[in-house]
């Protein structure tokens, strides 16, 4: 379990553990007569055989990409398709299909029509879940109704206690949120308005407390979005 | 043609159309792009073990213990158990009978895989039929014909009616820690201080 550094609603802070909830797919498959089978990677296309290859060699008018495909099989790595490749490294290649040992990273953002606004520097986002400044409690509650007609939740986890004391801390704070009916929002940052990031250069993500309790036990759960429920046509 | 759902409420049938809801609709995207020192753009490959080729792309095969090649349509799915899986077929091909309604705590511990918007000349009138009915009406998903059909909830929204597949998570009560039992103390008990 990874930990998480949260604040209640009286601004007591201190580290607890999380992790997903998300179930397995257990799904296998087999022959039919039951005998097992695995999964092995092969490798589909190389760069000679890519379709930037194929076009470049139909630069000659007289020889279009389908003539090329027709007459022979240039999309075929005849030594390598279909090879078996456990494991692989990533590489970035030019044009000219040489790798690259300089590399800048780019941020490119494009707008809602696939129109590039803004490309810039890349910095590196790091998690801020863990940070020196804890999650913040920000007071802003949503009924639970609205939220789930507000927002897709994507990703749940659930909030685990480390020790009696914290027990103590997350049963409080899914009881006032249970008698509330409502999710509070948390968030990042010294004023709690930054959305919460799991991983470095991870999405960013809104993240709603909900809890509910049984008796002596609880449930505190951290609900994360990123998409609001609208029709993109009403946006247009 | 875009494919269409067909719910069933009581005596009234309903044909939506589907739309797929996403970031990039709503918001736009952004992505990490890569560049050599000059500035040209760069592609994604893959070095394979032996750095002998350079791989542009790969997939998935599946070989039985004596190493063969076998086709996907010569398997069969099972569970965890070995236990074959049934197929059941698109919910685009099958009328679907809106009967079983579902809580607020059953979205909740949910994550949804996807959202559609609903559109339908008479879309107001199912989203008023369902929420007259309950909170919501959930059902049996498959995109396309598989083994194991997510649960759709349909949520309706003010003007808008949205369909939400999601799956179901193994959210829990937590207990209370209880490692060890308190012995009661009588008042008379002496504490004992020998302790070797």
């Known amino acids: 379990m990874r930990a998480i550094y949260l604040t209640d609603s009286k601004q007591r802070d201190t580290h607890v553990a999380f992790e997903s909830v998300s179930q397995e797919n257990d799904t296998q498959f087999r022959l039919e007569n039951d005998d097992r089978v695995f999964s092995v990677k092969v490798i589909k296309t190389t760069f000679p055989s890519s379709l930037a290859r194929i076009q470049q060699m139909s630069i000659d008018e007289s020889q279009e990409i389908e003539e090329l495909l027709i007459k022979g099989d240039p999309e075929i790595d005849f030594n390598y398709m279909g090879k078996i490749s456990s494991t692989t490294k990533t590489v970035f290649v030019d044009d000219s299909e040489q790798i690259a040992y300089h590399l800048r990273f780019k941020d490119v953002t494009y707008d809602r029509k696939g129109q590039e606004t803004i490309r810039e520097e890349h910095i590196p986002s790091p998690s801020n879940i863990t940070l020196e400044i804890p999650l913040v409690w920000t007071h802003k509650y949503i009924p639970l109704k609205k939220l789930l007609q507000s927002v897709a939740v994507t990703k749940i986890y659930q909030i685990h206690h480390v020790n009696g004391l914290t027990y103590d801390y997350l049963f409080h704070m899914a009881k006032d949120l249970s008698d509330r009916k409502c999710a509070v929002l948390i968030g990042a940052g010294e004023k709690g308005r930054e959305p919460l990031r799991f991983q470095r250069d991870g999405l960013p993500y809104r993240a709603f407390l909900v809890g509910a309790i049984d008796g002596e036990a609880y449930r505190l759960s951290l609900h994360l979005s990123n998409l609001e429920l609208k029709d993109y046509v009403d946006v247009d | ?196």
């Not at chain 2, 875009?2 to 995207?29: M, N, W």
């Not at chain 2, 939400?164 to 209880?178: A, D, G």
């Open chain 2, 1 to 196: 043609m875009a494919r269409k759902l067909t719910f069933i409420l009581g005596e009234s049938k309903f044909e939506c159309t589907v739309d797929k809801v996403d970031r990039t609709k709503l918001y736009g995207r952004k992505e990490i792009v890569v560049e050599s020192a000059k500035g040209e753009p760069l592609h994604k490959g893959y070095l394979d073990e032996w750095g002998s080729v350079l791989i542009q792309s790969s997939g998935m095969g599946y070989m039985d213990d004596e190493r063969l090649w076998r086709s996907r349509n010569e398997l069969v799915a099972v569970n965890g158990l070995g236990v074959p899986l049934e197929t059941f077929p698109s919910t685009f091909d099958e009328p679907i009978e809106l009967s079983e309604k579902a809580s607020l705590d059953e979205l909740l511990i949910s994550e949804v895989s996807a959202v559609y918007v609903l559109r339908a000349h008479n879309q107001e009138r199912l989203a008023d039929a369902v929420l007259e009915s309950a909170d919501f009406f959930v059902f049996p998903f498959n995109y396309r014909a598989g083994h194991s059909p997510k649960r759709a909830f349909l949520n309706p929204t003010g003007a808008n009616l949205f369909l939400m597949v999601t799956e179901v998570t193994k959210l829990s009560y937590l207990q209370k820690p209880q490692r060890f039992e308190i012995e009661d103390f009588d008042d008379e008990d002496d504490i004992d201080f020998s302790m070797m």
